[in-house]
């Protein structure tokens, strides 16, 4: 079937504009998650969806960050005043919950790249 | 607090010798690990995972990886690296909240 997909694969915007980056996660999959990659980095946690539970917003880095996800599909990440800092690819992940209650591996999108001038 | 730690930020070996890269983790409970491939301009994509038993787990391209509790270690093994390996390795571990953390990543390079 068909994988994690993002939308767009790359976004280059202007200082101050407000972006937003989609994600359309793997049909079934309860759990969703938003990372960033800045250059030569590890990957920094952003927010978990898990079901129809409050989502975890910890790594949020500020509150010109949000995202929301409609039941268990599509979640748009959104960065308003955008900043050069922001430039980074940011990736999206899905996860099935196993009998049990917990998680089975992450399928990870290929990414949006976004490029703040 | 959960982290996972990757002491190696680079590595370099040989097209054909053997490599292991390493990995540790805090986490009080008994931890889901996973290591993660990441080729340039490519996804992330899972070579194996660990949830219990066995604790030496095999994956994909010819990987394996050995959890060792008393070490809190979950090091990545080959024996014989193809050219085609070179790529950012992942380590990363889940809890029982179904948080993923994951390391800074070690970069491989493989000279011929």
């Known amino acids: 079937g068909a994988g994690v997909s993002q939308s767009p694969s790359n976004k280059v915007t202007e200082k101050g504009k407000d972006v937003e980056l989609r994600c359309d996660p793997i049909?079934?999959?309860?759990?969703l998650y938003w990372y960033r990659q800045r250059l030569g980095q590890g990957l920094e946690f952003l927010i978990y969806?898990?079901?129809?539970?409050?989502?975890?917003k910890s790594g949020l880095p500020s509150d010109r960050f949000s995202a929301e996800r409609t039941g268990e599909s599509v979640s748009t990440l959104t960065i308003q005043r955008t900043q050069q800092e922001d430039s980074a690819v940011y990736l999206c992940?899905?996860?099935?919950?196993?009998?049990?209650?917990?998680?089975?591996?992450?399928?990870f999108g290929p990414g949006t790249r976004l490029t703040v001038l | 607090a959960q982290s996972v730690t990757q002491p190696d930020i680079h590595i370099t070996v040989s097209e054909g010798a053997s490599l292991e890269l390493r990995c540790n983790y805090s986490?009080?409970?008994?931890?889901?690990l996973f290591w993660y491939v990441q080729s340039p301009g490519q996804g992330l994509q899972l070579l194996l995972k660990?949830?219990?038993?066995?604790?030496l787990v095999q994956g994909i391209k010819g990987f394996e990886a050995e959890f060792k509790r008393s070490q809190s270690s979950f090091n990545l093994r080959k024996p014989s690296v193809h050219w085609s390996d070179a790529a950012e390795y992942f380590c990363?571990?889940?809890?029982?909240?179904?948080?993923?953390?994951f390391g800074t990543g070690t970069s491989l390079t493989v000279i011929p």
């Open positions: 990363a571990v889940a809890t029982t909240g179904n948080q993923f953390y």
């Open positions: 992940a899905s996860s099935l919950r196993l009998a049990g209650g917990s998680y089975n591996e992450q399928f």
């Open positions: 986490y009080g409970a008994t931890p889901y």
């Open positions: 660990y949830f219990s038993g066995d604790t």
């Open positions: 969806f898990q079901g129809n539970s409050a989502p975890d």
């Open positions: 049909s079934g999959h309860t759990a």
